[in-house]
């Protein structure tokens, strides 16, 4: 074990984690960020062996920003093939331009009591990002407040470095949590092709979740609220997918009526909804090209804008073996 005792360090390169290793920060240490380095492997704290990856890293406790006055973007913590890995009661503040905590390709993961962002009335946080996963198995997240500009949690395959995973990721578990975004999503699940070889998501569990989003700020109009959404072309490569108690209210700013769709959902093979609850939404929820869907006690009240559609099935793409049982829908 390695701990780290009250007070503030200055960070000026990566803090490399190895194997069988305990980083204990007291609650009170603060650990800011000095440096510019956008890369997964250039996040303030990441594990040793890089892509060759590691095994047995526990980090808790303590906080981390990046500094102000400067130029010091980045992630705080990037882990890459760890297996068994626990990140646990870190405070993971502002950063410039990057993702708080991001993990690709790792296995046997237990995130608990995250507490990400603070402020989001002002403009520097528009492009602040929650927690991403690319590639991986057997991770569970919960017990999390995460307040952020852009997606608060991401599950993202795409033809670029970071989100270019070497594994599927399955078995993902999120629960009590609450979630807030300023222009984005709270939950992005989403993938695209990543090149020769494009790995899936699948059996993602999402249970006892709140969430905010809607538009907090004014000239922005990227704003959704959950995406679930397959861009490829070939065989479906998103595939089990569950939504059980989340609350989504898309009115956090009662002046702006928001231009995002609280649900977007696309070539999903076995989606259930259950008691799901979508309030004040600016547009209409959207399930097309997916089969196997059941929405199950599940509402969408009081819509913000006239004359939009409650939810709209299957409106450019045909969906198969669609479930609709109980629950309550107004439109305007």
């Known amino acids: 074990m390695v701990r780290l005792t009250s007070g503030t360090y200055y960070i000026g390169q990566s803090l490399k984690i190895g194997d069988n290793t305990h980083l204990l920060m007291d609650q009170d240490v603060v650990l800011v960020r000095k440096f510019s380095n956008g890369a997964l492997n250039g996040a303030t704290i990441v594990n040793k062996g890089g892509t060759s990856g590691n095994t047995n890293i526990r980090v808790s406790g303590g906080r981390i920003l990046a500094a102000t006055g400067g130029t010091y973007t980045g992630k705080h913590i990037g882990f890459d093939k760890v297996k068994f890995l626990e990140i646990d009661g870190v405070h993971l503040d502002k950063t410039q331009t990057g993702w708080r905590l991001f993990c690709r390709d790792c296995q046997d993961v237990r995130i608990a009591n995250l507490v990400c962002g603070d402020d989001l009335d002002t403009e520097d946080l528009l492009t602040e990002d929650g927690i991403h996963f690319s590639g991986g198995e057997r991770i569970v997240v919960t017990n999390c407040t995460i307040r952020s500009g852009d997606d608060c949690v991401s599950l993202a395959h795409e033809n670029q470095s970071d989100s270019k995973p070497s594994m599927p ?149 045909d969906c198969t073996n669609v479930r609709i049982l109980g629950g309550l829908y107004r439109g305007a």
């Open 169 to 317: 990721l399955v078995d993902f578990a999120l629960s009590n949590c609450a979630l807030t975004s300023a222009r984005a999503n709270i939950i992005k699940i989403h993938v695209e092709s990543q090149g020769t070889t494009s790995y899936g998501i699948s059996r993602v569990r999402i249970s006892n979740v709140v969430g905010k989003c809607g538009l907090a700020l004014s000239g922005d109009s990227s704003s959704n609220g959950i995406v679930i959404q397959d861009k490829t072309t070939g065989a479906r490569l998103l595939t089990d997918v569950a939504l059980d108690g989340v609350t989504l209210d898309c009115g956090q700013n009662s002046t702006i009526a928001g231009a995002g769709y609280p649900l977007i959902v696309t070539r999903v093979d076995r989606l259930q909804l259950t008691g799901v609850r979508i309030l004040q939404p600016a547009r209409d929820s959207q399930i097309n090209d997916s089969n196997d869907i059941e929405l199950r006690d599940c509402s969408i009240l009081n819509p913000r804008l006239t004359s939009i559609n409650c939810l709209t099935i299957a409106g450019t793409n």
